[in-house]
């Protein structure tokens, strides 16, 4: 059975730091691209990061460069999200996103995890 399942959200006061965990299973982690997804109450789903296969050129929206750090670890099939100066506007649910390397059809999104920040 394959899942992604997040963790590491919670409420955090502006300025703080959270870690963000998405662990898979049921699959061949090394052959999928990962990215991380965000949706604040009534918006829309935006990128937030993407890290290749191999975990080189991690790509990051505008709004998160300097601030958050997306990395994975292959051998625990995990990738990770550090978020730092957190910001009350980061407020929104984190969904991580999986897709294959070659088959671009075969792609996954995790159930997400809820990230507050406020004071």
């Known amino acids: 059975q394959v899942q992604f399942v997040e963790s590491g959200g919670g409420l955090v006061q502006p300025g703080g730091s959270l870690t963000l965990s998405c662990a898979a299973s049921g699959v061949t982690f090394s052959r999928y691209v990962m990215s991380w997804y965000r949706q604040a109450p009534g918006k829309e789903r935006e990128l937030v990061a993407t890290i290749p296969s191999r975990g080189s050129s991690t790509n990051y929206a505008d709004s998160v460069k300097g601030r958050f750090t997306m990395s994975r670890d292959n051998a625990k099939k995990t990738v990770y999200l550090q978020m730092n100066s957190l910001k009350p506007e980061d407020t929104a649910v984190y969904y991580c996103?999986?897709?294959?390397?070659?088959?671009?059809?075969?792609?996954?999104w995790g159930q997400g995890t809820l990230v507050t920040v406020s004071s």
């Open positions: 996103y999986a897709e294959h390397v070659q088959f671009s059809t075969l792609q996954y």
